[in-house]
């Protein structure tokens, strides 16, 4: 990887052998391997040692997980709150296991759709809840870094499954609880939007 950056460094015009430059292909080869460490987790030490049966029926809510991510049309951050929540039926998974659970997707080359997708489906494999959602809301560097902010470089997506599907009142007891309303602009269900990875 460290030849591909100092060519990439090339390539751009700059001199790999400056002295700020030196070291800078060991050091972005360390930062990648960390950011798409994801692809070398596995789900299930991560969370099977986490799962409990228990006699609980309400809505378990984990709001404000922080994520980063990159955005795999350009390499270039996305970042902003995870909220999961689901109805257990009679599993729970430990709420410490959620955020890691979130940062195992979050770091691989990701779309915000499916890294949504992922989470929910995770939670459903592993504890067959009633129900599971998850919203992410997100900033996407590769978009208004590069000024296309008028073209929303904030999304929301969502992914909704079972009872939070199934039922408006649950659902919007969950939307009510992080703060958002599907009437909000932006939300969408987990296909409404994408990147310009086109461009
Ligand atoms: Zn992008």
Redesign the pocket.
Known sequence: MQDVIRKLLADLGEDPDREGLRNTPKRVEKAYKFLTSGYGADIDQVVNNALFTVDYSEMVIVKDIDFYSL??????P?FGKCHVAYIPSDKVIGLSKVPRLVDVFARRLQ?QERLTNQIADTIHDKIAPVGVAVVMEAT????SMRGVEKQNSFAVTSAMQGAFRNNARTRMEFLELIKLRSAVPGIRESTGYA???ED
């Open positions: 955005c795999e049309h350009h390499l270039l996305f779309v996407h560097l590769c978009m990147c310009v990875g």
